[in-house]
């Protein structure tokens, strides 16, 4: 007995789908990036493309309720402009930190990306401060113009601003032209807010290639990506986050996190003393560093 000609047309037609399922179009390795952050309950994950510290299992604590997330930004158009006509704050003047030998001491530098934002920036440098710490900012330069007085306070207490392009593009989808702007204008709005120009960009997603490093180059600037990475991004748990920064803790590492979620304000509560009870000194990335070359790329001392 035949089948009916029905069932070969459907099979067909499945057939047909799962060709089409294995098309695609490449991309690069880096896993799906993170846009601005939004309002949302969580937000979302944000690629690391270099080494991620992960130790035993750490059980989350729990919250009541989702931590808040900063206020959404708009979006605008920047690969035509590298000039922005708002005033900006009185520029302040970063004061000197203190001198220390990281070949001789056990340094390691904490930076902050995706701020600042109100909510809990302000927080975050009152634990810096309380415990003696100089951390470096990374701000993206679409914040700069509500937030002047807080990147002015952050440079006058001595923490290090770099620069974290406009508006967190995919930059492996921007012309070499629309990445300069993105730099360019970020650092024309951060040296009037702070009278400082930046010499280090992190690149959004820590993407670094050869046109990156070449438009550096170019503008005299170094890339600082990390050593370790909390995922403070993915799991927003101040003890999971702790645990993470304490277990890849060592001297001349460079650490990766975000001032813009609650939990890893309060995860510096716990990682800062713990770890200078260990003998460490928290140092700058220029400290860590001490000199840097435009267009290289730079993940520890």
């Known amino acids: 007995m035949k089948r009916p000609r029905v069932a070969s047309a459907f099979a067909l037609a499945i057939a047909g789908v799962v060709a089409l399922s294995g098309c695609g179009i490449s991309r690069p390795t880096t896993p799906a990036p993170e846009p601005v952050p939004a309002a949302s309950p969580v937000l ?23 931590p808040p997330t900063p206020t959404a930004v708009a979006t605008p158009d ?16 970063q004061p000197t930190t203190p001198a220390v ?12 990306d995706d701020g600042p934002w109100k909510g809990t920036t302000p927080k975050l440098l009152n634990i810096l401060k309380k415990y003696g710490v100089h951390a470096t900012f ?11 007085k ?16 406009y508006n967190h593009p995919e930059f492996w989808k921007l012309s070499a ?7 360019k204008r970020t650092n024309t709005l951060l040296k009037k807010t702070t009278g400082k120009r930046p010499t280090l960009l992190r690149p959004p997603f820590g993407e ?19 050593s370790i990475d909390p995922l403070d991004w993915k799991d927003q748990d101040a003890k999971t986050v702790a645990a993470r920064v304490l277990a890849g803790a ?13 939990t890893t304000v309060d995860a510096y509560k716990t990682i800062i003393p713990k770890l200078q009870a260990q003998g460490y000194v928290f140092v700058t990335v220029p400290q860590l560093l001490k000199s840097v070359k435009p267009g290289v790329s730079y993940s520890q001392r």
């Open 150 to 165: 807080l990147i002015a306070r952050a440079a006058a207490e001595g923490h290090v601003i770099g620069n974290h392009a």
């Open 78 to 93: 920047v690969s035509t402009t590298d000039q922005e006509p708002t005033p900006e704050a009185t520029p302040t003047t």
């Open 44 to 66: 979302p994950a944000i690629p690391r493309p270099l080494v991620t510290v992960i130790p035993p299992v750490v059980t989350p604590t729990p919250y009541d309720s989702a």
């Open 101 to 112: 030998d990281c070949a001789k001491q056990k340094c390691i530098a904490l930076t902050f």
């Open 250 to 262: 060592q001297p001349g590492a460079i650490v990766l996190s975000h001032d813009i979620y609650p």
């Open 177 to 183: 032209s629309s990445i300069q702007s993105q730099i």
């Open 208 to 226: 670094s290639n050869p046109t990156i490093r070449h438009i550096l180059r170019d503008l005299g600037m170094a890339q600082i990506l990390w």
């Open 138 to 148: 990374f701000i993206e330069g679409q914040r700069v113009k509500d937030n002047k």
